[in-house]
């Protein structure tokens, strides 16, 4: 890695902590995800786990539901403090590469959300298993592991896509009105129409990791891989903007 390279990426690292609304979304995807983790547990955990046609794996990471929406304002807010009062203009200055501008932007989104990521999936894990009693899942059993990792994995890609289309619409409002109805409403009510071609969607393909068993197209890990290519293909389309718009 070039000195330039590092330089650029201690500056982005700086300008995700110094900003509040960006820091304090990726501190948020810990808590929440926590929070309701305990409360989920606490409330209803063992009352659901009693039920025979139960996803024990699967509820376990019911709450990164809630993790997931504060990665998404995460990667979007990192995005967007570059289009407000000129920040891209003073940024591209400083950096006129705008390859190597983005390339560090993106890293200092993902490596930050993988990190906190794979924190809360672990955390969420081991505490609400605590108040499970008989139900509970030990981290060596059949796909606890995968779901671990998988979940913090499957958290850094919805930053990562909610970072690139932020880099597209230059709007973090723009990009979190679209995405997260998206998730919480079109993406289910699809589910019901579409049958077996909404496990293809980001959230629904992802979230496969996190599932014991399914009988879907889709495995655990080839469906967090179509997250990936949801990303992949927000991230190059912000590149694609950044490369060709003016900042």
């Known amino acids: 890695m070039t000195m330039s390279m590092i330089a ?16 304090g979304s990726l501190i948020a995807v810990f808590v929440a995800t926590i929070s309701v983790t305990v409360l989920a547990s606490v409330t209803v955990g063992q009352a659901e786990a009693d039920d025979p046609g139960s996803d024990l794996l699967f509820s376990a990471f019911y709450a990164l539901n809630f993790g997931q929406i504060a990665a ?27 390859g190597l501008f983005y390339v560090a932007k993106m890293a200092m989104v993902g490596g930050p959300a993988l990190g906190v990521g794979l924190l809360t999936s672990f955390t969420a894990f081991l505490v609400g298993q605590l108040f499970m009693g008989e139900y509970a899942i030990r981290p060596g059993d059949p796909g606890a592991l995968r779901a671990v990792v998988g979940g913090g994995v499957y958290l850094a890609l919805m930053a990562l896509f909610a970072a690139g289309l932020t880099a597209v619409l230059r709007s973090a ?27 293809y969607l980001p959230d629904q393909a992802g979230q496969l990791v996190l599932r014991s068993h399914h009988e879907g197209t889709l ?27 003016d900042a």
Do not use: Q
């Open 8 to 23: 650029v990426l201690h500056s982005e690292w700086i300008k995700i902590k110094s900003v509040r609304s960006v820091a």
């Open 72 to 98: 998404i304002g995460f990667g979007a807010s990192a995005l967007s403090s570059e289009f407000l009062n000129g920040a891209l203009r003073i940024s591209l200055t400083a950096v006129p590469s705008r």
């Open 173 to 199: 409002v723009a990009a979190l009105s679209l995405l997260i109805p998206f998730i919480l409403i079109v993406s289910l009510v699809v589910g019901d129409i579409a049958g077996s071609a909404a496990e």
């Open 219 to 245: 495995g655990p890990w080839t469906g967090l891989a179509v997250t990936a290519g949801w990303a992949v293909v927000a991230l190059v389309a912000g590149w694609w903007s950044l490369r060709k718009r």
